[in-house]
């Protein structure tokens, strides 16, 4: 993302909060996988959204009017000995220079300057609960210039949690992480491409999940956006299912949930196909229920729609479908109504996805849906699954999970799908793996 981007953001941000408050955010912790083995570093979200900098123990202050900057950067200084061991870090010049941050200082002087940020200030903004050690931290320096308030000092008399403004400003996104987002969905497209061409029986779960990682990372997307779901047969009737250990099966199907994150903005895909190349009639039979439903909630994904006409299209497609098939039997309205459905459909048909797979931004606004708006990226997924033993259900319905997930942008005329590329049609798919 380009630098202008970010200074956009803050000053968008500023004028929202207004003079006579502070923001105050920061950066995630390094996390420990095992011993000292840490976890690959990902900036929190939020605050790479706003500051673009990708380093931890980083905290970032925007004051509104503040004459001497509005953006100061707190950051480790440089060392050039813990540098040789992991890498060069900014320091408080690349901050200025690199960073675009109107001031900086050392991240091990925060006790010291930040209290007197506050000094004067009306309204923090600043979300509490997400970094409990930063909370207690905050707490202290405001009671500490609240017992000095005998000798006429202004302190914060508020405290509003940023995301509401922030979460709002990240669900509409601009032409630059529209084009970032459909990268990385176009790589992860020819990821799941590459999984359909080499699946066969006998192959393991995690060598479909490895030719996903390879096509991730030959194509610029350093990461998946979160962890691969590579479910076949039974698995696939397990929504969260990240194992991936076990056999895949001649006669079933392999259900794949997988994105690439590409400049920290992530693509959500899932497709379902048949580990031998070819439907059985059942499972080509449920599919088509499937893609049918997908269909109609795309169709719904429109400015002026509010966010659940997709999932309503969805659900209605799918109980028509389900009693054309017999495994559910009555009229269609009535079973809506008592949500019949939910015995092979339990989820929503989707989410907000940007800089995370299950992104930010209300889904209703003063009790109500929320209506869709140009600039909003949702995905559409709807499912079928029946895992063996589901009661009053023939055997060959038995251990089939179906999903078809692509990402939508809300358009000014409609709608467009950005992980077209994956191809979803039955005949498409058979015809791509053989």
Known sequence: MQTQEFIRRRRQLMQLMGEGSVAILPAAPVRIRNRDVEYSYRPDSDFYYLTGFPEPEAVAIFVPGRKNGEYILFCRERNPEAEI????????????ADYRADDSFPIDDIDEILPGLLEGIERVYYTMGIHPDFDRRLI??????????RSGMQTPGEFIALEHLLHDMRLFKSSREIKAMQRAATISARAHCRAMKVCRPGKKEYQLEAELLHEFMAHGARSPA?????????????????ENTATLRDGDLVLIDAGAEYDSYAADITRTFPVNGRFSKPQRALYDVVLAAQAAAIDQVKPGNHWNDPHNAAVETLTEGLVELGLLKGRVKQLIKTEKYKNFFMHRTGHWIGMDVHDVGDYKVEGEWRLLEPGMVMTVEPGLYIPAGSKNVAKKWQNIGIRIEDDVLVSKDGNVV??????????????LMA
């Open 226 to 242: 979160y962890s691969s779901i590579v479910g076949g047969g039974a698995n696939g009737c397990v929504l969260h299912y990240v």
């Open 140 to 149: 202290g320096w405001v009671n500490r210039l609240r017992n000095q308030s």
């Open 85 to 96: 061991w992991n890498g060069a870090r900014a320091g408080q010049d690349g901050a200025v």
């Open 418 to 431: 950005l992980s077209a590329d994956a191809p979803k049609d039955a005949d498409a798919i058979e015809a």
